[in-house]
């Protein structure tokens, strides 16, 4: 099952989740320091991205375990407080900029494309304390950082991710508050965050399209997370519209105004309408793109999407008019009991395929770059993780049909994680990495799951061995 000839193979990680070194060399603090020093058990058992992986002292042995692979690519996201301590370019740390040129030479030697991403959900604290995402002026501030990091990198970075997942980091900090800064305003604030993060992407899409593709010629997009979602009942029609709802609350409502006309799904805008003023607001939560939308139209150069899991989907209609934005969908979201179930990760390859097709179809047949996927390994004491290799093999078929079938222009799949790292409000008990990291050792040794000796052979032969 040999893969189109120069299919890129990657494994991702995040600046926050792997460095470490959360104030070595002059890095300012990010809202995630801020968060995890708090305690409080926001983290499991309290756990902090302090040292994690150590990948800020020990990029060499990334290097070695990405090498051990053989990707063509590797996705990794800079730390904006260890480039610009206070977020802003009036003072840099020419320290940070020095740790990534370093990946950045590595990789290109070893022949290795960096797919590199400029926020990862690890906001300067001190952006934070004017706002954050709440404020429109991160909008400028995002901007003036993108930029200079074009500026500083892009002579040798093709491949540019603006922001990571807006989708989850909009609800999670937001809606649940279970991310920093930690405060839930449910129904309101994920969507005035959200709205800032779609001006922000496509500010700086243009700040690269006008000022540096002549030059660089490279490509900017975004990466936003979507699971697949099924019908409870594939014979109830309300069902099956509550699937066209899930989806476009949380796949289309960032890909259509950035993809197809700069402006949110008619369901998306129609729903949050007639829930605010069910409950009494003047005017709709969600807020309005005016003149915007011409800003925000057709501002990505590939479709990047992060694919972990299927659920099922019934309608729920919202009688009493109760706040919340799941609320405003009017869905029941849940897995199905048959399915094999990895903590928030229920093992269903085949809706990898399915999602595909959907964006293949919604948004003009798209060159795709899938820039995570991946399963947590069961039994972290042990190296032998055959079964959550089957999930991998599982997946790389479905890719193949979607590829060979469906006719879907993919062209890049980064597994996600190349190590073992802080898995967010998981801390260390959850582990995605192609590589087990013993968080006890002050060494951090990288030792290869069977996954990892897999996925090479995989990489090897551009493919799956045997016939389709």
Not at 39 to 56: I, L, W
Not at 404 to 417: E, I, T
């Amino acid at each position: 099952m040999a893969f189109p000839a120069g299919f890129g193979w990657g494994a991702a990680t995040s600046a926050y989740q792997v460095e470490g070194g959360w104030d070595a060399d002059g890095k300012g603090p990010c809202v995630w320091d801020t968060f995890t020093h708090q305690g409080g058990e926001r983290v499991f058992k309290n756990q902090t991205g302090d040292v994690a992986c150590g990948s800020y002292t020990l990029w060499e042995e990334d290097l070695k375990c990405i090498k051990q692979l053989g990707l063509t690519h590797y996705r990794f996201s800079l730390s904006w407080s260890r480039l610009l301590p206070d977020g802003t370019t009036g003072f840099i740390n020419q320290k940070g900029i020095d740790y990534y040129n370093k990946i950045i030479d590595d990789l290109l030697a070893n022949g290795v494309r960096p797919i590199v991403t400029l926020y990862h959900f690890d906001l300067p604290q001190a952006l934070e304390d004017q706002g954050g995402w709440l404020s429109e002026a991160i909008i400028e501030s995002f901007d003036k950082y993108a930029r200079f990091c074009f500026s500083t990198f892009g002579d040798r970075v093709k491949q540019w991710i603006t922001i990571n997942e807006p989708n989850i980091f909009a609800v999670m900090a937001y809606e649940f508050g279970v991310f920093p800064p930690g405060v839930s305003n449910v129904g309101t604030k994920a969507y005035q965050a959200a709205h800032n993060l779609i001006k922000a992407h496509a500010r700086s899409w243009h700040s690269y399209d006008s000022l540096f593709r002549k030059e660089q010629k490279g490509m900017v997009s975004l990466s936003i997370f979507a699971g697949w979602a099924e019908p409870a009942d594939p014979y109830s029609a309300s069902d099956q519209e509550a699937v066209k709802r899930a989806m476009a609350f949380q796949l289309d409502f960032f890909a259509k105004p950035i993809f197809i006309d700069g402006d949110y799904p008619e369901v998306v805008k129609s729903q949050v309408a007639l829930m605010s003023k069910k409950q009494g607001y003047s005017s709709s939560r969600l807020p309005e793109f005016t003149e915007e939308k011409r800003m925000i139209k057709g501002t990505a150069d590939f479709f990047a999407v992060q694919y972990y899991t299927t659920r099922l989907v019934k309608n729920q209609e919202n009688r009493k008019g109760e706040l919340g934005l799941l609320q405003d969908v009017e869905v029941e979201v849940f897995p199905d009991p048959s399915w094999i179930s990895l903590s928030w990760v229920c093992v269903v390859p085949w809706g990898i395929r399915k999602l595909l097709k959907y964006i293949k179809d919604t948004y003009n047949n798209p060159v795709i770059y899938i820039t995570e996927n991946g399963f947590p390994q069961g039994d972290p004491t042990s190296f032998d993780d055959t079964q959550r290799w089957e999930y991998f093999r599982q997946t790389f078929q479905e890719l193949f049909k979607a590829i060979q079938l469906d006719k879907v222009n993919l062209q890049v799949y980064c597994a996600w994680s190349l190590l073992d790292n802080f898995e967010w409000n998981q801390g260390y008990s959850s582990r995605f990495g192609l590589f087990h990291v013993d968080f006890e050792d002050p060494a951090r040794p990288r030792v290869p799951y069977t996954s990892a000796k897999e996925y090479a052979k995989i990489i090897r032969n551009n493919g799956l061995e045997g016939p389709p």
